[in-house]
């Protein structure tokens, strides 16, 4: 996930079932916020991941989940990353109860 503070084309590359966006490194990079008890999730049975290309990074009261899910995968599944690649401020704030 991530956004351009102006113009430009963001690439999508596509590496067997792996998606990953190209920015322009000419372009800044906006900020991105996820607020109000917002989820980004890829949980499921392993190997999925989230990748944060931004300005500034805000996460309040709100959950980045890569993971596996309860009775999914096996013992050798690996769980996806948070990657959080920010040029500016990462703030990190706040609990979510499930």
């Known amino acids: 996930m991530g956004g351009l503070v102006a113009a430009g084309a963001v ?3 596509v590496a067997g ?3 990953r966006f190209e920015f322009p490194e000419q372009v800044p990079l906006a900020d991105v916020r996820v607020t109000n008890n917002s989820n980004v999730r890829v949980a499921g049975n392993g190997g999925s991941s989230i990748a944060v290309n931004s300005g500034s990074l805000t996460v309040t009261e709100s959950q980045l ?3 596996i899910e309860a009775g999914q995968g096996a013992a050798t599944t690996r769980a996806g990353d948070i990657l ?3 040029t500016g401020i990462v703030n990190l704030t706040g609990t979510v109860q499930n």
Do not use: I, M, Q, Y
Request: aromatic share 0%.
């Open 11 to 13: 690439g999508l590359t």
């Open 17 to 19: 079932n792996t998606l």
């Open 65 to 67: 989940l890569a993971g």
């Open 84 to 86: 959080l690649n920010a």
